[in-house]
């Protein structure tokens, strides 16, 4: 399991140092395809296993699994299990994910500006 | 090379599909371990392909070279090159890429606090 480790910052220009570790340690905990993926189709309350697979394209069930792993393990989502017959598992986010929504914001909007950019773009060729 | 393909929302449920499009827009363009960090390293004027490596802690030679090509295929740097002896190529931020510093700064931000949140985090235990 993936833990958090603070990165190091020794080797760059002092200048920019603080902002480029700041991103070092955003990628680290919530980079790659499919964190902020996860994290955004959990909005809206708890969601089962299978629910979140079948709402985030071509994740596999392995991957999933890991990925839900270290959100927990990193405060982002909590699980729930109940031991009835069958046993039932959902995900919830916690608190601390509501730190994440205004760059989830900003990077939608910014990915639907890019988008009809573009698309524009295309249509101009 | 990787050109950019505006996501389908068929699938998804209706009342966030824009936000989450928007979201898998931005992180097909800007995901992955690497262009964010790229393009946080060229800020501050030109740079040749080198300083980019010595200044992105831990990337390939053959990835950087890659990660350029989407970048500029993407529209968000433009290379120079001047054929003299030797030829030099430098690479620099096109106007578009402006449109992400919000983004790198929220990321950033959010990054430096989750660092000082998770330092709190071990200190307590």
């Known amino acids: 399991m993936k833990t958090f480790t603070p990165s190091h910052t020794e080797h760059e220009p002092e200048a920019c140092s603080q902002r480029l570790s700041g991103l ?9 395809k499919w964190k902020l993926r996860i994290l955004h189709a959990m909005q809206g309350g708890k969601k089962r296993f299978n629910e979140l697979q079948r709402n ?3 994740i596999s069930a392995r991957v999933l699994s890991n990925e839900l792993k ?8 909590k699980r729930h299990i109940f031991t009835g017959m069958p046993v039932v ?3 919830e986010l916690t608190e601390y994910s509501a730190t994440l929504s205004e760059l989830l914001t900003v990077m939608s909007a910014w990915g639907i500006m890019h988008r009809e950019r573009t ?5 101009a060729v």
Chains 1, 2 share one sequence.
């Open 89 to 91: 598992v959902d995900y």
């Open 70 to 77: 270290d959100l927990e393990q990193n405060g982002f989502i």
């Open 56 to 58: 985030i394209s071509k």
């Open 119 to 123: 698309k524009e773009k295309f249509q």
């Open 24 to 32: 070092d340690d955003a990628l680290y905990a919530i980079g790659g």
